[in-house]
């Protein structure tokens, strides 16, 4: 079976800070994983993924995450928030790629001018 | 490319009528999803195809809903008969192994049955 937790419901931090987005997951096998953004009334978009390779993954804006396979997380970080970074944050995980991509709950990010 | 596109933006509906939601997926992507996402219960996955062949319909919640994909280019979701319950928003997503998995989202249809 396959999981993934944000333990945050709501993260909020000051513009120019550094941000960090929490998740864990559980897979049996070596898991594919994602960090999607929502804002409001859209879909959710790819912010950035980790397959294989190097544990430090660069995405869009700025974003990156990085891979620990020893404390089964892969959380989403930012050197400085921007007020538009200000949305709902989704990680995934998946055992092969394309299908069962399993979601977590979702953690909103606020950030405060 | 256009993206991922969806039918109707919103839908308003009553209790026990029919309603089909429309999808139309990336071009050249052989996986596409349904998902439905509701406060109480996040985002689900409803049902996946790949190459037009329903692959995992575990999510469907009951046999009030189907989903088709007579081609590739495009697949409907219909509740029939709706229920206040399925007030939600639904989202269809497309992939292929090319594009590295991830899932492109189309910007949903809000169904809202009274």
């Known amino acids: 079976a396959q999981s993934v937790a944000q333990p945050e419901d709501q993260v909020n931090v000051a513009e120019g800070n550094p941000l960090t987005v929490k998740c864990t997951y559980s897979?049996?096998?070596?898991?594919?994983l994602f960090w999607y953004v929502q804002y409001p009334n859209r879909g959710l978009q790819f912010l950035l993924k980790?397959?294989?390779?190097?544990?430090l993954v660069k995405g869009s804006y700025g974003f990156e995450a990085e891979f620990n396979k020893s404390q089964t997380s892969f959380h989403l970080k930012k050197p400085s928030a921007l007020v538009s970074d200000s949305a709902l944050y989704f990680c995934?995980?998946?055992?092969?790629?394309?299908?069962?991509?399993?979601f977590g709950t979702g953690t909103r990010l606020t950030v405060i001018p | 490319d256009a993206g991922v596109i969806q039918s109707p933006r919103h839908e308003v509906t009553e209790m026990g009528q029919e309603v089909t939601l429309r999808c139309k997926p990336i071009?050249?992507?052989?996986?596409l999803f349904w998902y439905r996402q509701t406060m109480m219960r996040g985002l689900e996955l409803l049902i996946y195809?790949?190459?037009?062949?329903?692959?995992?319909d575990s999510g469907m919640p009951e046999d009030r809903f189907s989903a088709k994909m007579p081609n590739a280019s495009f697949s409907t979701l219909k509740i029939q008969p709706s229920e206040p319950r399925d007030s939600a928003v639904y989202f269809c997503?497309?992939?292929?192994?090319?594009?590295?998995?991830?899932?492109?989202f189309g910007p949903g249809t809000r169904l809202t049955v009274t």
């Open positions: 897979v049996s096998g070596n898991p594919y």
């Open positions: 195809f790949n190459n037009n062949v329903p692959i995992d």
């Open positions: 997503a497309s992939t292929s192994g090319t594009s590295g998995y991830e899932q492109y």
């Open positions: 071009s050249g992507h052989d996986y």
């Open positions: 980790y397959i294989t390779g190097d544990n």
């Open positions: 995934a995980v998946s055992l092969t790629g394309a299908n069962n991509l399993f």
